[in-house]
Each structure stands twice: as C-alpha cells, then as structure tokens.
C-alpha cells in the first residue's frame, strides 16, 4: 500500500513559478504528475523511474517544468517534486501525484496504482 500526499499548490500570475511536493508512505516505484482542469480529462503532465532516471514530460510542459525525486532506487524516503516556471493561465488544474507498482514510469494514468488528493494550481493572467 502507498499512500501519496501532496502540497505547494497556489494562486499565483502568470509567469510566475510553483514548487509542488508529494510524499510517498510505503515503497513507491515509478512515480508521475498529472492534471485535471475543469471539465477535462485528466492529462499526463511528467514521470521519473523508481531509479530516478529518464523523466518524461507532456508536450504542453516540455521545458517549463522539472520533475525530480529523493529516495530514487530504495524502498522508503520517496518524495517527488515538480518545479514549475513560466506559469501561464492554462496551466491551472488539479494536481495529482501518482505511484505505479512497476520501475517504469508511463504516460497514461492506467498505470498507475495509487493516488493523490491532489493539489489545486490557479494561475491567473
């Protein structure tokens, strides 16, 4: 069982930035951010291996955000980051952090086990 909690989300303007932490309880492997605005499917935003290696990002994010996580590669201690820059207004949604039960970490959300509550981000313009 994983649990997963996350936090650092905001108001803030646009072009401005946003740090979002999740915390892992139990043994998290691949692990990824997604979000969920308003009416909207929820959409891959990034992913990092168990090993910490090889992140993947959506197209929408591609260069203004940064995951990264501590514990990569052990069985505790797993905290995953997303650095957010250059914020714009569509950007704004729920975030959610979410653990699969195998090393990879993929861009749909079937295959991820466990999740988040989530954390809102509003930008505004």
């Known amino acids: 069982q994983v649990r997963l909690r996350e936090s650092g989300g905001g108001l803030v303007q646009a072009g401005d930035s946003l740090r979002l932490t999740c915390i892992a309880s139990?043994?998290?492997?691949?692990m990824g951010w997604f979000r969920q605005a308003s009416g909207k499917e929820r959409e891959f935003v990034a992913s990092?291996?168990?090993?910490?290696?090889?992140?993947?990002?959506?197209?929408a994010i591609k260069d203004r955000f940064t995951i990264s996580r501590t514990g990569a590669g052990t069985g505790a201690g797993n905290t995953l980051y997303l650095q957010m820059t250059q914020l714009k207004p569509e950007d704004t949604a729920v975030y959610y952090c979410?653990?699969?039960?195998?090393?990879?970490?993929?861009?749909?959300?079937?295959?991820?086990?466990?999740w988040g509550q989530g954390t809102q981000v509003t930008v505004s313009s």
């Open positions: 990092m291996n168990w090993a910490g290696t090889s992140p993947s990002y959506g197209d």
């Open positions: 139990g043994r998290a492997y691949g």
């Open positions: 979410a653990a699969a039960t195998t090393n990879r970490a993929g861009t749909q959300s079937n295959e991820y086990r466990y």
